[in-house]
């Protein structure tokens, strides 16, 4: 069965440092793969889709990496910020849009 | 735009008890989802539709209904609430992108249920 694993210890890092998550999957060739910010007690809120042929996808401090090789993204947020605390979720579109159970990042100053 | 809206925000419930959680949007999207978030379980789908009049089954139906009469709602319906279905629940929606599948979801704010 198709599997999304994401490291469920939470991520501790400083703030102003790279902090990077992983996503890892399956049994599967997704054409794309997603990113989510969840913070406590909201709904999910998209922040970044990269497709199969893209290596590398940026968007202001982020930027995600896709390896179809390895079936791994990494999520990377440089120059990271208290504000940066949350939960980050990766979603691949098996039969309907399947999400990970999330990496807690905390930013400490 | 007010998104995707969800009613209530909060609901405790008897067992056996039956009700319905509401959600909205009002961005025209043709897909609208229905997903439990559970500790350590992560974002389950429920029920999900693609356009008025057709919906489906996802990962964890059992004990939840759904109908999709118009473009901008679609009800959640517990006909007899159980403990387990103590989460928090959130409304999704998007539009088809590559090969029907959706792409960025929009998720409302989520309903959170107490089954005693």
């Known amino acids: 069965s198709q599997k999304i694993e994401q490291n469920s210890e939470a991520l501790n890092i400083q703030e102003g440092k790279t902090a990077t998550l992983t996503c890892n999957y399956t049994n599967y060739s997704p054409a794309y793969l997603q990113w989510y910010r969840q913070d406590p007690g909201r709904g999910p809120v998209f922040l970044l889709l990269i497709r199969e042929n893209e290596k590398e996808k940026r968007k202001e401090r982020l930027k995600v990496t896709f390896d179809t090789t390895l079936k791994q993204s990494l999520f990377h947020i440089t120059a990271s910020q208290p504000a940066d605390s949350a939960t980050y979720l990766c979603a691949l579109p098996y039969s309907t849009l399947t999400f990970g159970k999330g990496t807690m990042l905390l930013v400490s100053p | 735009n007010a998104g995707v809206t969800q009613t209530p925000k909060f609901q405790v419930l008897k067992t056996g008890q039956s009700m319905t959680l509401q959600c909205a949007q009002d961005?025209?999207?043709?897909?609208m989802s229905w997903y439990r978030q559970d500790p350590g379980m992560g974002l389950r789908l429920i029920h999900y539709s693609v356009g008025a009049g057709i919906t489906d089954q996802g990962e964890v139906p059992n004990g939840y209904n759904v109908s999709r009469s118009t473009t901008e709602d679609f009800p959640l319906r517990l006909l007899s609430a159980a403990p387990s279905q103590t989460s928090v629940y959130f409304c999704?929606?998007?539009?088809?992108?590559?090969?029907?599948?959706?792409?960025?979801?929009?998720f409302g704010p989520g309903t959170r249920l107490l089954v005693l």
């Open positions: 999704a929606s998007s539009s088809p992108g590559l090969a029907g599948m959706s792409e960025t979801q929009y």
């Open positions: 961005m025209n999207h043709e897909y």
